[in-house]
């Protein structure tokens, strides 16, 4: 509601607005009930001062009406909102402003007989007269008040819910614009010349040493391409599926690379059933060769850990490339980082010192919809 109101009048501004205005309708209510009142036929013979005090009074009038009819429509909003039980909260404003209002009215008329002392006696078909028009004109004003405050709730309500769903729309549209960022890497990776060309020299290569191995490389070559084409379009997959498509990733780094590559990766069972934003592991990997040094003298050593419930770190030492500082686009740890902010999720915590690079990743609970298997 706050947010609503900025856009236009100041509340206060609008709720004195609202009692000047319920000011002059009463005079004016008041005088087309009965124009040939005695009180309409006395009023401009009174003393100045008279008027002034009787129009502040009307003004308080007025001002507590409208003021009270606020604090009930606010209250009665927390309590009875207009969507659990229309006419229950309809009859609880109606009667609530109605006691009030009487109450005013009461009042107004003891501080009216004081101000109109002087005035003569009147009789008392023209006092009971008098006094329905001041509930009449009362009642008007006060039902004009929650009219107003009702429309602007709804009208308010409705912009809200408006705004909401439009935020929605927008942050389903990021989402899906991540996901098919993810898939063009992911599609990029698959038809990288470079990528198909070195696992297919390695291929050829093992083939005519060892025909074991190759066939083994060839079932891992297809199993990693296989998860690819399966899980690139989900927005989460179970962590245990994702280290399982690592063992057959990291397979054929380790026959490519040799020795200058060494993968540690200890996963408890307790946290294997969480979930995560597919090939996000393979995306750190695929970072950490990227820009460091392959050296069996010096291997890169990349670690996997899973350090507690719900947390898994990727750390890999640092040996950057022609010894000169790493100099990275970022668009795999922002690729990663934007799925965990449009899912709602906890953003991955990057360290880096002198020796390491280390990202912790809160791993995400089952959540159906999410998941998009």
Not at 157 to 177: F, G, R, V, Y
Not at 204 to 229: H, P, T, W
Not at 251 to 274: C, K, P, W
């Amino acid at each position: 509601m706050g947010q609503i109101d900025k856009r236009f009048l100041p509340t206060r501004f609008k709720q004195m607005l609202l009692v000047f205005f319920a000011f002059i309708l009463f005079y004016l209510v008041s005088y087309i009930l009965d124009p040939y009142s005695i009180f309409w036929k006395e009023y401009f013979n009174r003393k100045l001062h008279e008027i002034f005090t009787e129009w502040t009074v009307s003004f308080l009038f007025c001002y507590l009406i409208s003021e009270s009819s606020v604090f009930i429509h606010k209250k009665l909003n927390s309590r009875v909102p207009w969507t659990e039980n229309k006419t229950k909260r309809l009859f609880l404003e109606v009667f609530l402003n109605f006691s009030v209002v009487v109450i005013l009215i009461l009042m107004n008329m003891l501080c009216f007989s004081l101000i109109y002392s002087d005035l003569p006696d009147i009789n008392s078909v023209e006092e009971i007269t008098g006094f329905l028009q001041w509930i009449v004109t009362s009642l008007l004003i006060s039902f004009m008040i929650i009219s107003v405050n009702t429309v602007s709730y709804l009208i308010n309500n409705w912009i809200d819910t408006s705004l909401e769903m439009s935020q929605h729309k927008i942050q389903a549209a990021e989402l899906k614009q991540a996901s098919v960022e993810a898939e063009l890497n992911t599609l990029k990776l698959q038809l990288d010349p470079h990528f198909i060309f070195n696992n297919l020299s390695v291929l050829s290569e093992l083939i005519l040493e060892d025909q074991q191995l190759g066939f083994e490389y060839s079932e891992n070559f297809a199993k990693v391409y296989r998860f690819l084409l399966v899980n690139s379009k989900k927005n989460l997959i179970c962590l245990d599926d994702e280290v399982k498509f690592l063992s057959s990733y990291i397979f054929l780094i380790e026959n490519r690379v040799g020795t200058a590559v060494h993968f540690n990766i200890e996963i408890q069972d307790h946290s294997r059933n969480y979930y995560i934003p597919p090939l996000t592991l393979q995306l750190l990997i695929e970072n950490a060769i990227k820009h460091n040094t392959t050296n069996q003298k010096k291997p890169l050593i990349i670690n996997i850990s899973n350090p507690e419930v719900g947390r898994i770190v990727v750390e890999n030492t640092l040996s950057p490339i022609d010894n000169s500082k790493i100099i990275s686009t970022g668009i795999g740890l922002k690729n990663i980082s934007s799925r965990f902010k449009l899912l709602g999720k906890k953003i991955p915590e990057v360290n880096q010192d002198k020796y390491t690079f280390k990202v912790s990743i809160q791993l995400i609970e089952y959540d159906r919809e999410n998941s998009n298997s």
